[in-house]
Every structure is written in structure tokens, then in C-alpha cells.
């Protein structure tokens, strides 16, 4: 059983700053990437930026230079730092975490999702 969960969501002014973070627990033997996607209404659920295993870290373009992204690779943790932040922002953000258990199954598991809107 591994869960991610998330919390920082909330609402926030144009231009704006907010931090999402989101941890995962359980039954982990190592984290291979995380990243976190959105989701705004009527649209598709889109990536937003991720953190490889080695720190690597990638942005989609309509994010980078605002948004960055780290971890804590003892904590399981990861954080997105919002910056700047746009009408278009607004949307439920999902943490991602590539996985592999105690028992060798890997996979992807998601957060419960954290709603950012403007205020």
C-alpha cells in the first residue's frame, strides 16, 4: 500500500505565490520520479513539471520560469513553488510518484488532487 498525499492548495491572487507538497507512505523501496499534473475544468489532465531520481527536473513551457519543483528524497517528499501565477493556473493539481514496493511491483500512484483558484 503506498499513498500520496498532498496539501498547500487554496486560493491565491494573479500574480500571486503559493507552495503545493505532497508525501508519499508506505510500503516503499525507492521513488523513481515525482511530478505533479493539473486538471482544469472541461480540460484534459495535463503535466505540469517532474523530478527524476537524479534530480533532473522538467517544465512544461507554460510554467517554467514560474513554477519550480524539488524533493526530499528521505522524506518521499516533493514540493511545487508557484510563482507569479496566472488566471490559467487555476485547476486541481495531482501529485505523481513513480514507485517501486517492497514487493518489486512498480507503478505510478497518484495524489487526491489539491484545488488552486483565484481568488
Known amino acids: 500500500q503506498v499513498q500520496l498525499v498532498e496539501s498547500g492548495g487554496g486560493l491565491v491572487q494573479t500574480g500571486g505565490s503559493l507552495s503545493l507538497s505532497c508525501a508519499a507512505s508506505g510500503s516503499i523501496a525507492s521513488v523513481y520520479d515525482m511530478g505533479w499534473y493539473r486538471q482544469a475544468p472541461g480540460k484534459q489532465r495535463e503535466l505540469v513539471a517532474r523530478i527524476f531520481e537524479d534530480a533532473t527536473t522538467y517544465y512544461q513551457h507554460f510554467v517554467k520560469g514560474r513554477f519550480t519543483i524539488s524533493k526530499d528524497n528521505a522524506k518521499n517528499t516533493v514540493w511545487l513553488r508557484m510563482d507569479s501565477l496566472k488566471p490559467e493556473d487555476t485547476a486541481v493539481y495531482y501529485c505523481?510518484?513513480?514507485?517501486?514496493?517492497?514487493?518489486?511491483?512498480?507503478?505510478?500512484?497518484w495524489g487526491q488532487g489539491t484545488q488552486v483558484s483565484r481568488r
Open positions: 505523481h510518484a513513480d514507485i517501486l514496493t517492497i514487493d518489486f511491483a512498480r507503478r505510478t500512484y
